[in-house]
């Protein structure tokens, strides 16, 4: 599913990354993807590896791994995380890597989606079933609403509701 690394070649071909400007947004060429989290794997575990929304960006990339290239997907575009039905938010896209066949436990060629810190939590309105591999955004940006992650759930910005997400009871 993922990892993270720090102090690696990855490091250094990331540190100059700079934010896609709105010209960039506007333009259409952004190919954002989504990914699962699968509930199995659990919230918690994958809060916990570093660097969630809100936090101070460490310095230590992590990755996605996918079986296959997302052909559209360049660096600086978004990756977005999926779970439990729900989009919980998306980092930027630093770096795109592969691990050949023999390197991989599994025995398999994988391409590795890096980022670094800064996630963002964000949410939409729709119900997004789970799914395995990557899928292109279908929705607009604009269609977003914010999240806050306080180190135990997510709510709504703004919004007095309860949370959306706790790490004790899943979705409400």
């Known amino acids: 599913m993922g990892g993270r690394e720090s102090g690696s070649e990855h490091d250094e071909a990331c540190s100059n990354w ?6 960039y947004e506007k333009s259409g060429i952004a190919m954002d993807i989504c990914v ?7 919230l918690k575990k994958w809060m916990a590896e ?5 936090t101070p960006d460490t310095g230590t990339l992590y990755y996605w791994s ?3 290239r997302p052909k559209k997907l360049e660096v600086g575009d978004r990756v977005y995380v999926v779970y439990d039905g729900r989009l919980i938010g998306y980092s930027i896209l630093v770096s795109i890597g592969v691990r050949v066949r023999g390197e991989d436990p599994i025995g398999r060629s994988q391409y590795l989606l890096w980022r ?3 996630a ?12 395995q591999g990557y899928r ?7 269609e977003e609403k914010a999240l806050l992650w306080d180190g135990y759930k997510f709510t709504r910005k703004g919004s007095s509701a ?3 997400y706790s790490l004790g009871s899943g979705a409400l």
């Open 18 to 23: 700079k934010c896609p400007d709105d010209a």
């Open 36 to 42: 699962t989290l699968p509930k199995k794997f659990g």
């Open 50 to 54: 570093g660097d969630a929304p809100g």
């Open 66 to 68: 996918v079986a296959s």
């Open 116 to 118: 670094r810190g800064g």
């Open 120 to 131: 963002v939590a964000c949410t939409i309105p729709q119900h997004i079933f789970g799914f």
């Open 136 to 142: 292109y955004r279908f929705w607009n940006r604009s």
């Open 162 to 164: 309860t949370h959306l």
